[in-house]
């Protein structure tokens, strides 16, 4: 069984930094491009953070490029999303899916709901002002 679990959210004052993880199981990890995403409610799900899968490019969203970073260790099957410069509208549910094809990094930072191989249950992030 596949599964993918996210740890790491919390709550941090602005200008605060937390570290999320995705750590996963179940699969050949490092032939998955992974992806964080953030949901608040009555929001559409925002893509915010990619990595592919063998070469290990990263790629952002303008609302957290030059604050987060994302980075991977194939064998310990997780992925890392460092977050710096934390700002209230950070706040969210944070998931990370995976997806073997590039097809995940191609739909992630569009509009609309793209569906992945395998998702994680979430982490919670609450940055107060």
């Known amino acids: 069984e596949v599964q993918l679990a996210e740890s790491g959210g919390g709550l941090v004052q602005a200008g605060g930094s937390l570290k999320l993880f995705c750590a996963a199981s179940g699969l050949a990890f490092a032939d998955y491009y992974i992806g964080w995403f953030r949901r608040v409610p009555g929001k559409d799900r925002e893509g915010v953070s990619c990595?592919?899968?063998?070469?290990?490019?990263?790629y952002y969203a303008d609302t957290v490029e030059g604050r987060f970073t994302i980075s991977r260790d194939n064998a310990k099957s997780t992925v890392y999303l460092q977050m710096n410069s934390l700002k209230p509208e950070d706040t969210a549910v944070y998931y990370c899916a995976a997806d073997r094809s590039p097809w995940l990094l191609a739909t992630m930072f569009r509009n609309g709901s793209y569906e992945y191989d395998y998702w994680g249950q979430g982490t919670q992030v609450t940055v107060s002002s």
């Open positions: 990595i592919s899968s063998r070469d290990g490019r990263t």
